[in-house]
């Protein structure tokens, strides 16, 4: 893995028991109903020696994996999330398809499955990225551990402004930032997180006695409406950077699930879709 997780390279094994394995982590069983989780493209047959993690399948990430010589994309995202009806290579998914055809290299997806298993998916990793401990799903499932967000505690409180410093220095940088909606001074102690769109559980978090809940995509009048109630503030990140703490923790375990025999990477390309910022002047 590259970064903070560093490149491991193996022997290989088949991309049947690479799927295994992953699937082992991350059960299909517990994907929303709607998701499209699972392998994509690929022969199971093949052998993988070198297997590449990323949020999103992006020809970006395609360019990545062609140059390390990947034989496998992990991705968080679904390519194809809508059913469709062919891939042909002058539409944008399909020419992603056939570039990843080409070049010998499979495409597996762990998306909301990822989200709610139990231990080491996306908002567990969230959670200890931003410091939390004692973390428990905040709307459990009915397997033991798994469920969607995280609530957990800081091991001193601090500050919602400091607590907002603290998320921006463990998360990706991007050009949105951090944006908070709350009193800076409010004491931060017990924290509800959730990697993705997570405001549906501002009333969970609320219940839990969070004292802010950090997620991404939250809209204007969910967040104009916590403002006028008693309740967790608000910290809304990157839904790109609230999810990327979970690659090095499913890159690592991978590693070690398969005895070392494949290679990680974490890719180092970021897919926030936004580029840039611009900040006006205030106006009375």
Known sequence: MSGPAAEQSGSGRSLGAVIAALEARYDPALAEPWDAV????????????????????????????????????????????????????DDPKGRVVH?????????????????????????????????????????????????????????????????????????????????????????????????????????AAAAAGADVLLTSDVKHHPAVDAAEVPGPALCDVAHYASEWPWLPVAADLLHRDLGGQVQVTVSGRRTDPWTFRVDGRLRR
């Open 38 to 89: 699972g392998l994509v493209c690929g022969d199971p047959a093949e052998q993988v020696r070198s297997v590449l993690f990323a949020v999103d399948p992006t020809s970006a990430v395609v360019d990545e994996a062609i140059a390390a010589g990947a034989d496998l994309l992990v991705t968080h995202h679904p390519l194809l999330l809508t059913p469709v009806h062919g891939v042909p290579a």
């Open 99 to 203: 570039r990843l055809v080409r070049a010998g290299i499979g495409l597996f997806v762990a998306h909301t499955n990822a989200d709610r298993a139990a231990g080491h998916g996306v908002s567990d990793a969230l959670a200890a990225a931003v410091g939390l401990v004692d973390a428990v799903p905040l709307e459990p499932a009915a397997a033991p551990g798994a469920g969607l967000g995280r609530v957990g505690v800081l091991r001193e409180g601090i500050s919602l402004g400091q607590f907002a410093e603290q998320v921006a220095m463990a998360l990706p940088t991007t050009p949105g930032g951090v944006r908070v909606a709350g009193d800076p001074e409010r004491l931060v102690r017990t924290v509800a997180v959730c990697g993705g769109s997570g405001g549906s559980l501002l009333a």
